[in-house]
């Protein structure tokens, strides 16, 4: 990334709209806008708009009349001039006017460049930046407040006083091995050792969130398996409350795994209808089966559909075999029907196993509070914090094992130039989890996963 460019790129998504933003960040952001409009004198007045004609560089004729929004140094997203052209949300029209601006001199922007800019002068730091992605990407409402909160500096603000106090350790060792030829006395190395295990504490509470944050943002993958006809698409429809499956009493009729996301209190679920599994001739229908059986392989939980109106077959058997090396819990379909057995039968015993109607909608209730309970026991509430990132618990669970390595040391009196280098490894983890020492090459990795434009 090229910090001197000024670079252009649509800031709304893809498609036709009632307004497309064109997003320019650079020293020549105002010049090009000029350019644009055929007005060497146009000087906007900060965080104003104003309606203007754009016009073709080559032809000038007028493409459009836009509403320009000049957002003046430092006092921007990305610490640059800025101007936003709001235009008629015509791709067309709004290929054309990048491609004027292109034209102009501007330079395509890379994924995630007008935040990666933000970071590099000071608007921003790089757990703030991640939050930007994490909101454009969050599923639930939870997860864009968790967001929001990450946006707002609450992961900083909590490693800030882990940093102060590691320094303040840090600053006396340093002047013991400057000035001091004797060793430490027992009751600084034990107030030291104290210290260090309580900051030690406090990184792997902090990394202990992180199988709450993960659900949080990643959230489930549910797959519904079964034999042909005993309600799966049914069950996936009624989950979701719309008929996104199609639904025969033809056996078969699913040929492919279909997934949508289900919000289930705050929590993200990919549910997954797939093809009956069963002995088949059909070539297309027996390519299905196989990727029924591959994503409840990759499956957090299997809710493994069963026709409660009928006997148990050879068929289900091998579906509830396949099932039990996962998580997984029974969904006895066709309660509404007189054929319907209440009683547990005797090989249901010891299984998890809810009777539902995906008909009536009986049960379903149930069977949505059973999809998240075994996840979410201790589940945090909206308002707690947690990590959400791998890349943050991993920073954590280093910091903390250098952390404790640096208690070890000092307890067994080592050189005082060990427990440093111990102490220095732990601040630079944590300084790469909030951007300060964070290499370049992991940069353009997680800038690599924003959409361009952001």
């Known amino acids: 990334m090229h910090a001197t460019d000024t670079i252009v790129a649509l800031s709304t998504p893809p498609g036709r709209s009632g307004i497309g933003v064109i997003r320019l960040s650079g020293k020549e952001a105002l010049g090009l806008t000029r350019s644009l409009l055929f007005d060497d004198d146009f000087e906007p007045e900060p965080n104003h708009v104003s309606l203007k004609a754009i016009h073709a560089p080559d032809s000038k004729e007028i493409l459009d009349r836009a509403l320009i929004t000049y957002f003046k140094s430092p006092h921007s997203y990305t610490g640059e001039d800025i101007v936003e052209l709001s235009c008629h949300g015509s791709p067309p029209l709004l290929l054309q006017v990048i491609d004027s601006l292109l034209f102009l001199g501007a330079r395509a922007a890379d994924p995630g460049e007008f935040t990666m800019r933000a970071l590099a002068n000071g608007r921003l730091n790089l757990t703030q930046a991640e939050a930007v992605r994490d909101l454009i990407?969050?599923?639930?409402?939870?997860?864009?407040?968790?967001?929001?909160?990450?946006?707002?500096?609450?992961?900083?603000?909590?490693?800030?006083?882990?940093?102060?106090?590691?320094?303040?350790?840090?600053?006396p060792l340093e002047s013991t091995v400057e000035f001091v030829e004797d060793d430490l006395p027992d009751d600084i190395i034990r107030d030291f050792a104290q210290k260090l295990s309580a900051l030690s504490t406090d990184i792997n509470e902090m990394a202990a969130t992180f199988r709450r944050g993960r659900l949080l943002k990643d959230g489930l993958r549910v797959t519904l398996a079964g034999r042909p006809n005993v309600g799966k698409s049914s069950v996936f429809n009624s989950l979701l409350s719309i008929d996104r499956a199609i639904v025969t009493d033809i056996p078969g009729t699913t040929r492919d795994a279909l997934s949508e996301v289900l919000n289930l209190e705050g929590i993200p679920v990919l549910i997954t209808d797939t093809a009956g599994v069963r002995t088949s001739f059909d070539t297309i229908e027996r390519l299905g089966i196989e990727r029924t059986r591959r994503a409840i392989i990759d499956a957090d939980l299997v809710i493994v559909v069963l026709d409660g109106s009928q006997p148990l077959t050879f068929e289900d058997k091998v579906i509830?075999?396949?099932?039990?090396?996962?998580?997984f819990i029974i969904a006895l379909n066709k309660s509404?029907?007189?054929?319907f057995s209440e009683d547990v039968p005797p090989w249901a015993e010891g299984y998890p196993l809810i009777s539902v109607s995906a008909k009536t909608g009986v049960g379903l209730n149930t069977l949505s509070a059973a999809i998240i309970k075994p996840f979410s026991a201790n589940y945090t509430n909206e308002s707690s914090f947690v990590i959400t990132s791998a890349r943050h618990y991993d920073l954590l669970k280093r910091t903390g094992d250098a952390i404790s390595s640096s208690e070890n040391l000092i307890l067994q009196r080592v050189s005082e130039e060990l427990v440093l280098a111990k102490l220095y490894e732990a601040l630079s983890f944590l300084g790469q989890i909030t951007g300060e020492t964070t290499p370049e090459d992991v940069l353009s990795q997680i800038f690599s996963t924003f959409c361009i434009g952001k």
Not at 152 to 165: F, N, T, V, W
Not at 336 to 339: C, P, Q, R, V
């Open 137 to 171: 990407d969050a599923q639930t409402h939870t997860a864009v407040r968790q967001a929001a909160k990450q946006l707002g500096g609450e992961l900083s603000a909590r490693l800030q006083p882990i940093k102060d106090s590691l320094l303040n350790i840090i600053v």
């Open 320 to 327: 509830l075999d396949e099932a039990s090396d996962n998580r």
């Open 336 to 339: 509404d029907l007189k054929s």
